[in-house]
């Protein structure tokens, strides 16, 4: 069973950016497409970014331009590089497959707010 921990958010004012961090274990990371959701209260999850196992990439209109996905198989790890933030982007952000599948982990609260 696939574990997925995040880490890297934080408040942090417009303009500003924040480095996300995800740590997967126990399954073959370098098989999975992987993807970057976010929640913000009252909403529900969406996917912001995904990166697949051959290294290409998309992303939300929203995101676009602004918000980068990598992945370093050797370390099994997906990260998010965020600039240029807005309060809208104000969520707990969570990784996992594209397309999503078992259990979540806890999540990384950014917070981008004056």
Do not use: H
């Not at 098989?31 to 992303?59: C, D």
């Amino acid at each position: 069973q696939v574990q997925l921990v995040e880490s890297g958010g934080g408040l942090v004012q417009p303009g500003g950016s924040l480095r996300l961090s995800c740590t997967a274990s126990g399954g073959p990371f370098s098989v999975y497409n992987m993807g970057w959701y976010r929640q913000a209260p009252g909403k529900q999850r969406e996917l912001v970014a995904s990166i697949t196992r051959g290294f290409g990439t998309n992303y939300a209109d929203s995101a676009k331009g602004r918000f980068t996905i990598s992945r370093d198989n050797a370390q099994n790890k997906v990260y998010l590089q965020m600039g240029n933030l807005k309060p809208e982007d104000t969520a707990v952000y969570y990784c996992n497959g594209d397309p999503y599948v078992g259990s979540w982990g806890q999540g990384t609260q950014v917070t981008v707010s004056s």
